[in-house]
């Protein structure tokens, strides 16, 4: 073997141990830290200089971060609740239920923020009675859960009354008041809002609403889909001036290619420009979506560079995954007659589409198919951005539901009707 031939083949070998899935840099999955942050640093600074603002005592304004599925909503959430926990802010973390039970989740967390304000110093001060104030809610809405703290009674007339739009503005108000005793200052950090009821809502938006009329030390983080705006103003008029409502969409391809490439290189791993172009066609720059093809490929590229031709052969498998992970666990949740719709969206294309538009795509007047429109809303599966308009809260659904259901099938009132006679 000549010496070149033996470098040739070391270096090869070198190439191939890069590419050990035991060093794949990426991470894909619900709400998981991508090794690269890519396109966000604004919103992270931002966010940085409105938790120091509270932190001095001065007024800031909430924030919700609103995107479709897929951007990273959940992910910048949890970074900036790992910010404003190194910032020394009492935090308290849960996602919104679908369905309801948002009190019982959330009282654990108002009860962990108080604990971590020195629950034993607080005899005779706001701590001590934001304590009775949390008793009252948990008895007021019938919540299952450990003692709070022996010894200390409810306040009375103090979130007690069983109305969630009157108790929980209550309750944030005592344990804000609490915080700012105790100099400190409080954040609540809630993913997937539009699941919250409408009172939830409304509750959730007097709350905020209270504690910045009195400069409280509170600040509320939420994250959702993208009619949360809408929903919060339509809970009160108010809401619009109460939170930066920050919109979340794919990556530019500057930071979609950063995303991309900077977990490699940080390997010793390069990728080709003909990857990096088709990895950006196939994912349109969605964060979760570039995480899935980066993993997917690593493990299937033989050495580095990683090349075109090593992204196109693994594609349609990443496509299957997809399929059989990402979106067929939200198709399966849906009845036949909301998978009809989606259909009939899709035969339409990515969309927003008009209602009108879909109704006619299925062979039936726009009032046969309002209520599983509505009920596709509340799913999250669809959103509305202007009034009569419907569009995917999925990234590229479209081109699934025509690969799970490749023919469109017409709705017929009719026949459902006939099909409940019978039975």
Not at 30 to 54: F, N, T
Not at 224 to 230: E, K, R, S
Request: proline letters at 5%; hydrophobic letters at 45%.
């Amino acid at each position: 073997m000549s010496l070149i031939t033996f470098l040739l083949n070391s270096l090869n070998l070198v190439n191939s141990s890069l590419m050990d899935r035991r060093n794949n840099p990426y991470a894909p999955g619900a709400g998981l830290q991508p090794p690269e942050l890519a396109g966000r640093d604004r919103l992270i600074e931002d966010a940085s200089i409105d938790m120091d603002r509270l932190l001095a005592g001065r007024a800031t304004k909430g924030t919700m971060l609103l995107g479709l599925r897929g951007v990273g909503k959940t992910v910048l959430l949890n970074r900036l609740h790992g910010m404003a926990e190194e910032k020394g802010i009492k935090t308290g973390r849960i996602e919104a239920p679908e369905g309801g039970a948002f009190p019982r989740l959330l009282v654990p967390e108002l009860r962990q923020i108080l604990y971590a304000l020195d629950l034993q110093a607080a005899a005779g001060n706001q701590l001590r009675r934001a304590v009775g104030a949390l008793r009252n809610f948990i008895g007021a809405f019938n919540i299952k859960i450990g003692d709070v703290e022996f010894g200390i009674e409810p306040t009375p007339g103090r979130a007690d009354t069983g109305n969630i739009e009157q108790d929980l503005p209550d309750l944030i108000v005592a344990i804000a008041e609490a915080g700012k005793q105790r100099k400190s200052a409080i954040a609540l950090f809630l993913d997937e809002v539009q699941y919250l009821s409408r009172s939830e809502l409304s509750a959730l938006v007097i709350a905020c609403h209270e504690v910045a009329q009195r400069n409280l030390p509170f600040m509320f983080v939420g994250a959702g889909l993208p009619q949360i705006a809408a929903l919060a103003g339509n809970a009160k008029s108010y809401a619009e001036r109460l939170f930066n409502y920050l919109q979340m969409g794919p990556l530019e391809p500057v930071a979609a290619k950063a995303a991309l490439v900077l977990p490699a290189e940080s390997e010793g791993v390069e990728f080709q420009d003909l990857a990096v172009a088709e990895i950006l066609r196939a994912t349109e720059g969605y964060p979760y979506f570039l995480q899935e093809w980066g993993f997917h490929v690593w493990n299937a590229a033989a050495k580095s560079p990683i090349r075109g031709l090593d992204v196109e052969h693994v594609t349609p498998q990443i496509v299957q995954h997809l399929d059989a992970n990402f979106f067929r666990v939200r198709f399966d949740r849906l009845t036949v007659l909301q998978n009809k719709y989606l259909r009939a969206m899709a035969e339409l294309g990515p969309g927003p589409h008009k209602t009108g538009e879909i109704a006619a795509v299925l062979g039936v007047d726009t009032s046969a198919v309002s209520t599983i429109r509505q009920q596709l809303i509340d799913k999250g599966m669809i959103w509305s951005q202007r009034y009569g308009e419907t569009a995917f809260t999925v990234p590229m659904f479209d081109a699934f539901m025509k690969r799970q259901m490749p023919s469109l099938e017409k709705h017929d009132p009719r026949r459902r009707r006939r099909l409940s006679k019978r039975r």
